[in-house]
């Protein structure tokens, strides 16, 4: 596998958080540039984070012919725009999520994706953490039962009022932001797509996005997942889900520990008194995101945060938010 180089659109604190660490670990990935609408904050950026070159526009980045990859970490409204130009400018885009705010212009990149030869993914790490897919194939086996129910939460607490994330017109709210967790996870554990869903949100009196959110997903096998998400709560990202037989937790099921084992325990018996745990050694799911996402470019195994993925999460998500003013079971 040839070795990808990366560029970087913004000096997003995910970037520095997650992916740039992990680039940085990858001996298939190097990452070469980062660019700001501020050269002088591009500069300090990469001088910070040990990036080769910095410059002073997206374009200058998208124009640089050594670049194969973008990662594309700005605000949820300019994901599309970007992400399509960097891929008319002949490049690969891994762009965060939520990659779109609507169906339509998802449908049009998979139609530049389809027509341009280049490679389009959406940032679901958890997607590529050994641990959940461990859990998947476990489910898919039936040696515990069939996955009929589940419960997802991601509370964190938010209340920065210049946190783009606080403002509703740039995709902003606890569901876009991180209520997409349990529901990708759900639906990938599931292994099918909900036909309908339910949506309770509560407002911050201030900001006017949702601060709060509750909702049920149901599936066409029958079984049910419920998720909650809010931005003015303590810590909490863990799923559970149920088989008739089994119940399986899963603490900050979102992460991977780098550092550190992680687990997941599978519980049984009438009161639940026999636990099994599963242990998985440290890792990184960044890095392993970005590897199988460079290795699916050059033509490797398929991307798991495909469009085809982002399509039908966002199917889910605008459904939910119909269902929020409606107060009914909406279909997706």
């Known amino acids: 596998m040839k070795k990808s180089r990366w560029g970087i659109l913004g000096t997003a604190g995910i970037a520095q958080r997650q992916l740039i660490p992990s680039l940085h670990a990858s001996e298939q990935c190097e990452l070469v540039a980062v660019a700001s609408r501020d050269g002088k904050k591009a500069s300090v950026f990469a001088k910070e984070n040990k990036i080769p070159v910095a410059y002073g526009s997206y374009e200058e980045l998208l124009a640089d012919p050594s670049i194969d990859i973008i990662y594309n970490p700005l605000p949820n409204h300019l994901h599309v725009e970007w992400t399509r130009k960097a891929v008319e400018a002949g490049k690969h885009v891994l762009c965060e999520k939520p990659l779109s705010l609507n169906v339509e212009d998802v449908k049009q990149l998979i139609e530049l994706r389809n027509t341009s030869g280049k490679l389009i993914g959406e940032a679901y790490a958890m997607l590529h953490q050994g641990r959940l897919q461990s859990l998947k194939k476990l489910l898919a086996s039936n040696k515990i039962g069939t996955l009929s129910g589940a ?182």
């Open 151 to 332: 419960h997802g939460n991601f509370y964190l607490y938010n209340n920065d009022p210049h946190d783009v994330r606080n403002a509703y017109e740039h995709g902003g709210g606890a569901l876009w932001d991180i209520g997409v967790y349990p529901i990708a996870v759900g639906r990938w554990m599931f292994g099918e797509e909900p036909i309908e869903v339910s949506c309770v949100m509560a407002e911050h009196p201030d900001f006017k996005v949702d601060h709060h959110t509750t909702g049920i997903l149901r599936f066409p096998s029958g079984g049910q997942m419920s998720f909650a998400c809010g931005m003015s709560h303590a810590f909490d990202a863990s799923m559970t889900f149920y088989t008739q037989s089994h119940r399986i937790e899963v603490s900050r099921a979102y992460f991977s520990n780098p550092k550190a084992q992680i687990i997941f325990e599978v519980f049984s018996g009438e009161q639940a008194d026999t636990v099994k745990t599963y242990s998985f050694e440290a890792s990184d799911q960044y890095q392993s995101e970005c590897e199988n996402f460079a290795l699916a470019s050059q033509g490797g195994t398929p991307f798991a945060g495909s469009l085809e993925h982002t399509l039908a999460q966002t199917k889910v998500m605008i459904a939910l938010f119909k269902a929020a003013k409606s107060h009914k079971f909406e279909r997706v």
